[in-house]
């Protein structure tokens, strides 16, 4: 059966190559992803994966399709995705000396069957950022198009002074809950085995 990855974030498919798992498509969906008025961060980041999930599967109705929507917040404030820098300065700004929340959730539609939904949630802590320091880290453009401002598994690695809970899921996709939902859906994985 085939799979497509309801996404096109090179991310992702980094992260499934390392349980073993290659989409025979990508096909992002294009939805608004503008949370709706007292939207809670988590709640959001399901609402979108499922979305994205949905859209792609009423186009492929024979495939599995699986997406994620990845959700930085800072309190119940959901942080951009930046697409300029002064966007990406003000999330660093706001994160700078404390903790955050990032969700990412994950769908998973197969035929003529019910989306299986799975959610995981980590807290960051950064560091206290000099503005030199920010300065830097946006003259080196990993900031754009990243949820928060930052890319974990970039230089900004080096701001965090504590973290509980998925890395692969801050960077887009918690494998361990995507691997759950793929193998509970019949998919063949060559990466080691789900414990």
Do not use: N
């Amino acid at each position: 059966m085939r799979l497509i990855l309801a996404s096109a974030s090179p991310r992702r498919r980094d992260l499934l190559a390392r349980i073993g798992v290659t989409p025979d498509a990508v096909a992002p969906a294009d939805l608004d992803e503008t949370p709706l008025p007292g939207e809670a961060p988590a709640p959001h980041a399901r609402r979108l994966a499922a979305a994205k999930a949905a859209a792609v599967a009423h186009l492929h109705p024979d495939a599995v399709v699986l997406a994620a929507d990845t959700v930085v917040a800072a309190g119940r404030r959901i942080l951009p995705k930046t697409e300029d820098e002064a966007a990406a300065r003000r999330c660093l700004v706001l994160l700078s000396g404390r903790r955050h929340r990032v969700h990412t959730a994950v769908t998973l539609i197969v035929p003529e069957g019910a989306p299986r939904h799975r959610l995981s949630t980590s807290i960051v802590t950064f560091k206290p950022l000099s503005a030199a320091e920010i300065d830097a880290y946006l003259a080196g453009g990993e900031w754009r198009g990243k949820a928060g401002g930052y890319a974990i598994q970039g230089s900004a690695e080096s701001w965090v002074r504590a973290f509980t809970g998925s890395h692969s899921g801050v960077i887009g996709l918690p494998l361990f809950e995507t691997r759950a939902l793929l193998v509970a859906a019949g998919i063949a994985l060559t990466g080691p085995p789900l414990g």
